[in-house]
């Protein structure tokens, strides 16, 4: 199971680097997971109306993330936020992706469904690096985005994603 996860996200660090979206990251990782061969991409949804369960590891990771998002934020609205600020960031992000990946256990709809928001978090970790067309800046937008939607999706009492960045 260990080396499922660690394959899983290379493989997610691989397809965001080239994926523009968050249905082709889900289509290729579900695709790569799963083999089927269905076109239609997995979205985001609720467990039956309720949240999804986290685990302790899993907490403890997106918490880390949502700290250090808020701590750079007002560097960023206010563009004094450099590439080695984005390179540092981007860094911490995937430190705490990574032992998500390695350390929680979730049931397997669960986790099929957080390799959707791990798929985002990485590939907005990889713009802010400057590995995407977009800039930087756009990288840490996507990881909020990404910590909305593990906020609106999965059962982490007391979390509340970090504010938005002003759009550019």
């Given at each position: ?7 899983t996200l290379t493989a997610f ?31 985001l949804h609720l467990n039956a ?99 909305k939607a593990y906020q609106k ?16």
């Amino acid at each position: 199971m260990r080396t499922r996860r660690l394959l899983t996200l290379t493989a997610f660090t691989l397809i965001a680097g080239t994926a523009a979206s968050l249905p082709a990251l889900a289509a290729d990782a579900h695709h790569h997971h799963h083999g089927d061969s269905h076109a239609s991409a997995p979205t985001l949804h609720l467990n039956a109306g309720r949240q999804w369960a986290t685990d302790a590891p899993l907490r403890q990771s997106m918490a880390g993330i949502n700290q250090a998002m808020a701590k750079a934020l007002p560097a960023i609205h206010h563009d004094r936020f450099g590439d080695a600020d984005y390179d540092a960031l981007a860094a911490a992000i995937s430190r705490h992706v990574a032992h998500a990946v390695e350390h929680c256990k979730l049931a397997p709809e669960a986790d099929a469904q957080l390799h959707l928001v791990i798929a985002e978090l990485l590939a907005g970790a990889e713009a802010m690096e400057g590995k995407a067309a977009t800039p930087r800046h756009d990288g840490a937008v996507r990881v909020l985005q990404a910590l909305k939607a593990y906020q609106k999706y999965f059962r982490h009492p007391g979390f509340k994603a970090s504010g938005a960045c002003g759009g550019r």
